[in-house]
């Protein structure tokens, strides 16, 4: 059997740590969450010299403090699971700010590796750093990588394997505050050590007394289970106030400040700043980019460019594979029909079949080249410069520019911008942007639009109701911050320097998003095709028309029978047209019933998949109310739609 | 909880009149430099901006500013890091070099 060896990378963000990760883990490796959190961990395996390397990949943070879920998973991780190894993934262009996390890795008595990463870049901007001074000045082994192009990978991993050899182990750094703080740290550690030996087993006491002078609550928390932990708080609290009287500022402030000093310093010992640094394409591209005013036509160009694209291309795709498949189902019918009873070719062909074929011709051509772009679009670096473009325009709906990238997911599917508000710091303003997310015309509500609007309608009014829907969003997140308890966060987000994005690690992200999907989706896509396709066979469908239709006819002023494709949509947006089709021939309908018909499309909930992503992200409470608020809405507003469009027209 | 992060209003104050000559980051004109003097606001802020570098005493350079209350860029220990309106106004740096005109 082979050895086994625990390994977790951790960092800030935009390290490359993914690029790490994928580097050494391939297509060997599997994304999901951790237990009981909406937190995403990515896990993979390789074999190097007898060993088998588990990798995590912790998600990139800047602190190991309480700020986010992030950082609370992550430092739990790391003192409770004791990974073998830490690597430390540190970008070389920006040593100081990194090293603050090193120094607090280094507090937790983590067993690091340093990843000296994106030396490449720091040496174009003019940055050396010496691994070997670094190494000495920490106390720990550094490697010098460049992830994109894999150098200094297999290096990394010898010094992975060498570092649980004995007589390879170093000293690590201890970190050291000014007198008054580490005097104070001393003796909390002391009255740690003496009242509270079981939390020592699992945290080191020195770094249960720093924490507690931060004023960490977590740690604070984890106290209250402990007899004497009161006694404990109390002290720390106590001085941590004195602190405070010193200093004149928060107490993290204060430790963050001197952390902050002391990464400064080794810093400065070990860079070396060479030649003055000449504005390079990627600043100039910044500063078209980010420009106050041109910044907003090169962003509005970019997304309409790529989703010009998406829908172009993949309806081309679509249409191609769909002739493909309903070669495929013909045959595929009468071969089941052989040897199985009608019943059962219905369910396998219309339902479990069709429900496959649909998820890939929406799956393949729109998701994936969505995928593709979107990957581009971040690890290049743009996607936190249209967060910052559009920060001042999101507040107004009581949310800071971040949103905007879910947002901008919402037009490919709603599945992964649902998962994508993760990216907003508190739970309140995930909840509202998945609220304002959800209502945003996803890929399969588009070709609804298009093909039923823009078709028989006019491009004029397709574009109309997307105008309509923008606005609707923003009256609708509007009331939603206004109404949601809790303050507004601000927007604190770096800002990564442009980089030339490397093909490898965009196909791995478009590769194991896709899987993702697939996983979520397909098997509601299945079952949601199995349940149209058992209700049509069991006659259910006609009770539903009978009861919908006074709904349908009375309220909406659409024909009875279009209840069953409004139904069955939340299901699967996209079938929505041809159900419409089976139902009711579309030649029949006026101008205003199409709109209608596609006004409530767009604005009721989105899918079933989405709702189950909702309530894996928020649980059923939250999830359940944005579903019955977007179809009481829906239903409202295509009610009014139709009386004020029959008053328009007919005056 | 006994261990709950207070509110420091009477540290607050006293620091204004101590840094009277510090003026909001949303003052400094685009390309201007300042020193941290202090950050005004809850607990979690106060500690994130510490965490994310911008802790008192360091130099920040503004890099860019946007229109009608827009975020900002600003330049700290080598990093950009964007900073809401709202967030930046709660940061007080005191400028290094005072603009003629401004």
């Known amino acids: 059997m082979a050895k086994q060896l625990r390994v977790a990378l951790a960092g800030n963000a935009n390290v490359g740590k993914s690029a790490i990760f994928n580097q050494l883990t391939g297509l060997n490796q599997t994304v999901g969450n951790w237990p009981g959190k909406t937190v995403e961990k990515a896990e993979g395996t390789l074999f190097f010299r007898g060993y088998k390397i588990r990798i995590v990949d912790l998600p990139g943070i800047y602190s190991l403090s309480t700020f986010s879920i992030e950082e609370i998973v992550s430092r739990d991780y790391i003192a409770v699971d004791k990974p073998d190894v830490i690597v430390n993934v540190i970008d070389a262009s920006a040593l100081e700010r990194n090293l603050y996390f090193t120094l607090q890795l280094l507090e937790l008595e983590a067993p690091i590796i340093i990843a000296l990463n994106q030396v490449d870049f720091a040496a174009k901007k003019g940055i050396r750093i010496e691994g070997e001074k670094l190494s000495t000045a920490l106390g720990v082994p550094v490697n010098s990588t460049v992830a994109i192009t894999g150098s200094g990978i297999t290096e990394l991993l010898e010094t992975i394997i060498e570092a649980r050899e004995p007589r390879k182990q170093t000293q690590p750094l201890k970190t050291e505050y000014g007198r008054e703080i580490e005097e104070k740290i001393q003796s909390l550690e002391k009255l740690v050590i003496t009242e509270l030996p079981q939390l020592c087993m699992i945290y080191p006491a020195r770094w249960v007394a720093i924490k507690l002078l931060e004023r960490d609550t977590d740690v604070a928390g984890k106290l209250d289970n402990y007899k004497n932990g009161k006694q404990v708080l109390d002290y720390a609290e106590k001085l941590t106030s004195e602190l405070e009287a010193i200093h004149g500022e928060t107490s993290a402030v204060i430790i963050a400040s001197e952390r902050y000093g002391l990464a400064a310093k080794i810093a400065k010992t070990v860079t070396t700043i060479e030649t003055p640094p000449k504005i390079s394409l990627e600043q100039k591209l910044d500063i078209i980019t980010t420009h106050k005013i041109l910044g907003y036509p090169v962003l509005a160009a970019i997304l309409a460019s790529m989703f010009t694209l998406i829908f172009v291309g993949g309806s081309f795709v679509s249409t191609g594979l769909d002739y493909v498949f309903s070669i495929f189902t013909v045959h595929s019918e009468s071969f089941f029909s052989s040897f199985l009873p009608e019943i059962a070719v219905q369910l396998i062909n219309n339902g479990i079949l069709s429900g496959i074929i649909a998820g890939i011709t929406i799956a393949l051509p729109y998701i994936v080249p969505f995928y593709i772009l979107l990957a581009l679009l971040e690890d290049s670096g743009y996607l936190p410069r249209a967060a910052f473009l559009m920060d001042n325009l999101m507040h107004k709906i009581g949310l800071h520019g971040k949103a905007f990238i879910p947002l901008i997911l919402g037009y490919g599917c709603t599945v992964p911008a649902c998962m994508g508000c993760r990216i907003m710091e508190t739970q309140r303003e995930r909840f509202l942007s998945a609220f304002v997310v959800m209502l945003i015309p996803c890929a399969a509500r588009t070709v609804v639009i298009l093909g039923l609007v823009g078709r028989f309608v006019g491009l004029h009014a397709a574009l109309a109701l997307y105008a309509f829907d923008l606005v609707l969003v923003f009256a609708l997140g509007r009331i939603a911050f206004k109404v949601l308890p809790g303050e507004p966060v601000g927007l604190i987000m770096e800002m990564p320097s442009y980089k030339k994005p490397s093909p490898k690690n965009i196909l791995l992200k478009t590769w194991s998003r896709t899987k993702d999907f697939v996983y979520i989706a397909f098997p509601i896509i299945i079952v949601g095709s199995i349940a149209i396709v058992a209700s049509d066979l069991s006659g259910l469908i006609d009770y539903v028309v009978k009861g919908s239709s006074p709904l349908m006819s009375g309220w909406l002023g659409l024909p009875a029978e279009t209840g069953i494709p409004l139904i069955f949509g939340i299901l699967r947006k996209e079938l929505t047209l041809v159900l419409l089709q089976e139902v009711v021939p579309l030649s029949s309908l006026s101008a205003i019933q199409m709109i209608v018909f596609t006004l409530v499309i767009m604005i009721y909930v989105p899918c079933v998949a989405t709702i189950a992503a909702c309530v894996r992200e928020f649980g059923w409470k939250k999830a359940s109310a944005i579903a019955v608020i977007d179809i009481a809405l829906a239903l409202l507003l295509g009610g009014i739609a139709f009386r004020l469009l029959s008053l328009l027209m007919s005056g | ?102």
């Open chain 2, 1 to 102: 909880m006994q261990f709950r992060p207070r509110r420091h209003r009477h540290l607050q104050r006293r620091d204004l009149e101590v840094n009277g000559d510090a003026v909001s980051l949303t003052c400094l004109c685009e390309g201007e430099k300042g020193v941290i003097a202090n950050a005004f606001g809850g607990y979690g802020l106060t500690r994130r901006l510490a965490e994310m570098g911008l802790t008192p005493g360091v130099e920040v350079t503004l890099l860019r500013k946007c229109p009608f209350r827009g975020p900002l860029e600003v330049e700290v220990r080598g990093v950009s890091l964007a900073l809401g309106y709202g967030v930046a106004s709660k940061v007080f740096v005191k400028p290094l070099k005072v603009k003629p005109n401004g």
